[in-house]
């Protein structure tokens, strides 16, 4: 059990000081998966699919790189976990649908590559909402997986596979994706740190897109320096992705490393006013305030912002992500690849794709798509997408004109802590408004990161506290938020997943 609880960055100079190797590391990640993981009926049901040759080949082979003194990456050796919508050669790549059923990619995604290229052996691809649709991984195709603070409870979504294996002690660091807080609302439910980079830091390459303006991939780890080793990783500029950005970014290791001495004179920091009030959980807001109290102890300055456009960030995402999901997803035709449901006689190729979409598709996934096609109609382009993407353009003039006064702004991740499993199921807008506080980052293409602030005081469950910075300015989110874990980490004596219930050895729900 000591290997599994270390941070990547412990595993990391443990590898590099001959004290483990890589392939003890992997093995003993492989059989926590094995003894907690279980399946769509019991256990935390984090993976989909386990690559245990694979990975305990990586390994083997970064353990002789270490011993010739040839290293990759400083992280060389370390294990990882996907998020089953980014494509992995000769690995299923699912996306949590029926529809993809099978399907092995015949090339990498560039964060995959980067991955492979600096020695990290993956363990498998993880469980996620259908094609990245929820806000609660119960959408997934394949069963749902369960918190592992509590597996009668949600583990956030579309990404509560990543987060739920990171939580769990089942991988050092995994990735996920971030199109309206996907990475970082999970990590608020499972006490883990997730963070949505600037739009177009790192590539979007070989990520099965849901709605290509908003979709971002980002780290799931258990600290702060954790997740800026993993981004350092995987950003930089991609000619394979047009909306890479040709533009480095600060050093955000250094920023993570300058933020865990605990001082943050000269920081200004700004809370949203508007992500609070009545549907605010109290616990939630307990916690929130008293990590606002750490970092005024810590020398930032404080002070309360208003973006008034927020309120509608909610409405306008649920425009403009439906329209490109439905845009997106019709290449799902059942004519190149994935599924294919033939009807009985001699069925057209129109009635195949009804039968075969029909049949791979989920109910939120399909929901989604009528609401994206109507949007797009002729008649309504302009009454709904077209407002919506002004309503996108007021959110990022709020960020503009809030960070002509404040380095970073700040809020709860999530209005509430983990929900019961099939609590919301049949409540589509009741689980649209856990995105409530991570949605105006996605529209406004603005870096954000999720740190655990605490424990309700009504559930005993994880709250998560929100950072957002200018886009490029990811730094910020690394600086402040490991101030946060530093100061609150010494509070409580210890990590926050330190405190979760240990998940049953044999992996069944208590």
């Not at 990590?291 to 909610?314: I, M, Q, R, Y």
Request: aromatic residues 6%; charged residues 20%; glycine residues 10%.
């Amino acid at each position: 059990m000591s290997w599994i609880k270390k941070t990547a960055a412990e595993l990391a100079d443990a590898l590099a000081a001959g004290e483990v190797t890589s392939v003890e590391l992997t093995q003993a990640h492989l059989d926590r998966i094995a003894a907690v993981d279980g399946d769509a009926t019991a256990g935390v049901h984090a993976f989909l699919h386990v690559d245990a040759e694979g990975a305990l080949a990586a390994a083997e082979a970064s353990d002789k790189r270490r011993a010739a003194g040839a290293p990759l990456h400083h992280l060389d050796g370390v294990p990882i976990a996907v998020k089953d919508v980014l494509a992995t050669q000769g690995l299923p790549t699912t996306c949590g649908s029926k529809i993809l059923e099978g399907w092995i990619p015949p090339y990498d995604a560039t964060v995959v590559r980067k991955i492979k290229a600096a020695g990290l052996p993956i363990l498998g691809k993880t469980n996620m909402d259908e094609f990245a649709m929820g806000s609660s991984t119960e959408h997934s195709a394949y069963g749902p997986t369960r918190n592992p603070w509590d597996q009668t409870r949600i583990p956030g979504g579309s990404g509560g596979g990543s987060a739920a294996a990171v939580a769990a002690f089942e991988a050092p660091l995994a990735i996920g994706t971030d199109t309206g807080g996907s990475i970082r609302q999970p990590g608020a439910v499972t006490g883990t740190v997730g963070v949505k980079p600037t739009y177009g830091a790192v590539s979007r390459y070989g990520l099965v897109a849901l709605a290509n303006s908003l979709d971002q991939a980002g780290p799931v780890t258990r600290t702060v320096l954790d997740s800026a080793l993993l981004q350092e990783l995987i950003g930089g500029h991609d000619p394979l992705d047009s909306t890479s950005v040709d533009q480095p970014l600060p050093s955000l290791v250094d920023a993570a490393r300058a933020g865990a001495t605990g001082d943050l004179t000269g920081v200004r920091i700004g809370v949203i006013s508007e992500l609070s009030g009545d549907g605010w959980q109290p616990g939630v807001m307990a916690r929130f305030q008293e990590s606002v109290d750490v970092l005024v102890k810590a020398g930032a300055e404080v002070v309360e912002v208003s973006c008034p456009n927020f309120v509608h960030a909610l409405a306008a995402y649920y425009l403009i992500l439906p329209a490109e999901c439905s845009s997106n997803l019709a290449k799902f035709d059942a004519m190149r690849y994935g599924l294919r449901v033939t009807p009985e006689g001699n069925p057209s190729s129109e009635e195949v794709m009804k039968a075969s979409r029909d049949a791979g598709f989920g109910d939120e996934v399909k929901r989604r798509i009528i609401i994206g096609t109507y949007a797009l109609s002729s008649g309504y382009y302009d009454a709904y997408y077209g407002q919506a993407q002004k309503v996108r353009t007021l959110i990022s003039r709020d960020f503009e004109a809030a960070f002509e006064s404040v380095d970073v702004l700040v809020s709860p991740t999530a209005p509430t802590t983990a929900f019961a499993l099939g609590e919301k199921l049949d409540d589509p807008i009741a689980m649209y408004l856990n995105d409530l506080a991570t949605i105006p980052a996605n529209l406004a293409g603005v870096p954000g990161i999720s740190v655990p602030a605490g424990l309700a005081d009504e559930d005993g469950l994880p709250v998560g506290f929100q950072i957002l910075a200018p886009a490029l300015a990811d730094d910020r989110c690394y600086r402040v938020g490991a101030a946060l874990e530093a100061l609150l980490t010494a509070e409580w004596g210890g990590p926050l997943l330190d405190k979760a219930p240990a998940v049953p050895e044999n992996g069944t729900i208590r």
